[in-house]
């Protein structure tokens, strides 16, 4: 139900979108988030948007990341700019119809992720 997409390998201070497609329910209802993670460490929420509402995201991509919600396109996007390689992770997207915070076990609904490799 979420797919995601626009993961790669990219040197220090370069830039990468990801796209999330979501289909058998509209995003526009939904709380979307990103959430990353790294080997060896806990998933953690990245950024996220509401139905109606603020984006909010993690202090650490403050100013650096920009998350999105394409109601007609049924799809979410994050836009990472000035990347840094301890943003080095797989990329998952989430969706709960109730729930929009940073605790992961509270959505239901999860992509298989992509992976990101910043280099130095």
């Known amino acids: 139900q979420l797919v995601e997409s626009g993961g790669g390998s990219v040197q220090a201070g370069e830039s990468l979108r990801l796209t999330c497609v979501a289909s058998r329910f509209p995003v526009t209802n939904y709380c979307m988030a990103w959430f990353r993670q790294a080997p060896g460490k806990e998933r953690e929420g990245v950024a996220r948007?509401?139905?109606?509402?603020?984006?909010t995201y993690a202090d650490s991509v403050k100013g650096r990341f920009s998350i999105a919600k394409d109601n007609a396109q049924n799809t979410l996007y994050l836009q990472m700019d000035r990347l840094k390689p301890e943003d080095t992770a797989t990329y998952y997207c989430?969706?709960?119809?109730?729930?929009?915070?940073?605790?992961?076990?509270?959505?239901?609904?999860w992509g298989r992720g992509t992976q990101v490799t910043v280099s130095s």
């Open positions: 989430a969706a709960d119809r109730f729930y929009c915070g940073f605790l992961p076990l509270n959505y239901n609904t």
């Open positions: 948007v509401e139905s109606i509402g603020s984006p």
